[in-house]
């Protein structure tokens, strides 16, 4: 089987993988992108700029990330003086010219004192737009703060305490719904009178887990720049989180194969250590047998070497033609019964040889199982190693809702992985105790066979002494 390394499915660094009109159009993802503007009589050139940009910003999407396609809204807010004009609102289109006839019409005007209705444009933003996209960004382009001194210290506010139809702590209500639908809103600064109102947004933000993006813009002309940039990280961002969604699945995949190969490795290991441990079982039968077989040669040998002093001794004192011929035959029959012994050694040590080569059969098939069980621990410990870069990958990420479960899956896959491993336990111990089964056969074949050629060492000698024995008695004869 093949295996993919788990980063070969990562969508990162802009591969060629996602360049080519088809390729892009068969994978093209939604963002969404709005503006939330200040339409007030100081934002002319703001509105007139964001015009200018917008088909940019498409073609430098299209260029850089062909695999997403931008949905274009717009909100414009003005004050509560403004009536009617007060909240307009585009809401998402794919077509750059409908964008651009939207935002050409829109006229800036009215606001009546400094503060305007900052956090009603960026409540009508959330509410009124039909948000459903993966990504989804929020660009507020703003030179004035909300009403309510909380925000601003500007003493040009005919709402200090914010109007009457606030929510208390509005802004707390505002960033609970944009965090409910994982928005990323980003505040273009065009000013200093709006930074009380970022520094109270980003220190709600914090406490849940939504990030705000603040970007300083000194004039019309930067505004581009500053949404490509933001765009360009967010896209990136989402690439990393579609890649390792993508990874998350292939490792599944991977884990899900590799649960069905080593159930059945397992299952197959076990029965072979069985057959190994029956095969070694019946040669450590063997070499019992053996054993039974030199103790009895040794027997009939200790009682052969009791009686070799004494038929030596007469011999060697036999004078007469007849005693000298009863003397040889007292001595060759020696010779056949030591050769008997001899040969039941020879024959102990077939039987060993046998159980030897027997017991190198199943070391070698015992060498074979442990590398298939090697190389699946390999692979265990290789997705394992792929699960934990995913893990520290999503810890990088900004928090979402999509990261949560990321993380919830890879943890999921970790666990699966690591009850691989337990389940790998009963196998090694299977393995090692067949293996030291393995091990006492070899070490009690040894010390037989050690022991038989110690005694055919003894009986050889002793059928040279009978042949010596025998040529005296042939002289004397």
Same mark, same amino acid.
């Given at each position: ?24 159009e068969?994978?093209q ?74 935002v ?68 707390e ?5 944009m965090k ?18 970022i ?44 890649g390792?969604?993508? *990874? &998350?699945? @292939? =490792?599944?995949?991977?884990?899900? +194969?590799? %649960?069905? !190969?080593?159930?059945? #490795? $397992? ?18 039968? *063997? &070499?019992? @047998? =053996?054993?039974?077989?030199?103790? +009895?040669? %040794?027997? !009939?040998?200790?009682? #052969? $070497?009791?009686?070799y ?11 007469t ?10 001595v ?65 990420m ?38 030291m ?41």
């Open positions: 089987k093949k295996h993919y390394s788990l980063f070969s499915v990562l969508f990162l660094n802009n591969t060629s993988k996602y360049r080519g009109k088809d390729m892009a068969s994978k993802e939604t963002v969404d992108f709005a503006y939330a503007i200040d339409c007030t009589g100081s934002m002319g050139g703001y509105i007139t700029q964001v015009r200018q940009d917008i088909g940019s910003i498409v073609s430098k999407m299209q260029q850089q990330y062909p695999e997403f396609k931008l949905r274009l809204g717009c909100v414009a807010y003005r004050d509560w003086c403004d009536n009617e004009k007060r909240l307009e609102s585009l809401n998402f289109v794919e077509s750059v010219s409908s964008f651009k006839q939207y050409e019409q829109l006229q800036a005007d009215g606001g009546g004192d400094e503060a305007e209705d900052v956090l009603g444009g960026l409540r009508h933003a959330v509410k009124s737009l039909s948000w459903n996209s993966k990504l989804r960004v929020l660009f507020h382009i703003c030179d004035a703060p909300p009403h309510n001194k909380m925000y601003h210290d500007t003493s040009s506010d005919d709402y200090p305490s914010g109007h009457s139809s606030d929510p208390s702590n509005y802004h209500v505002v960033l609970r719904e409910h639908k994982h928005i990323h809103l980003c505040v273009a600064k065009l000013n200093d009178s709006v930074s009380k109102m520094s109270v947004f980003k220190n709600y933000g914090k406490s849940i887990e939504l990030t705000i993006e603040e970007r300083s813009i000194n004039n019309a002309s930067e505004l581009l720049s500053a949404v490509q940039q933001t765009l360009h990280l967010l896209t990136k961002m989402r690439q990393e989180v579609k390792t969604q993508s *990874a &998350v699945v @292939q =490792v599944t995949k991977q884990l899900n +194969e590799f %649960k069905i !190969e080593a159930s059945e #490795l $397992v299952t197959a290991t076990m029965k072979k250590m069985d057959d190994i441990s029956a095969d070694v079982t019946k040669a450590h039968d *063997a &070499v019992t @047998q =053996v054993e039974r077989t030199v103790s +009895e040669a %040794k027997r !009939e040998y200790d009682g #052969l $070497v009791s009686s002093s004494v038929l030596k001794a007469y011999a060697n004192s036999v004078n033609p007849a005693d000298i011929v009863e003397a040889e035959t007292k060759m029959q020696m010779s056949v019964d030591l050769t008997k012994v001899n040969e039941s050694y020879s024959a102990a040590q077939t039987k060993l040889d046998d159980a030897f080569k027997r017991l190198t059969e199943k070391s070698s098939e015992m060498d074979t199982a442990a590398k298939t069980t090697s190389d699946a621990a390999a692979r265990k410990i290789q997705i394992k190693n792929e699960i934990c870069s995913l893990i520290t990958k999503v810890g990088n900004e928090r979402s809702e999509e990261r949560k479960q990321l993380k919830k899956d890879i943890k999921e896959k970790l666990a699966a992985v690591n009850e691989l491993f337990k389940a790998d336990a009963k196998m090694k111990a299977k393995i090692l105790t067949v293996r089964e393995i091990l006492k056969a070899f070490k009690e074949a040894q010390n037989r066979s050690t022991e038989i050629r110690d005694a055919q060492t003894e009986v050889e000698s002793k059928l040279r002494e009978l042949d010596s024995l025998l040529d005296e008695l042939d002289e004397r004869e």
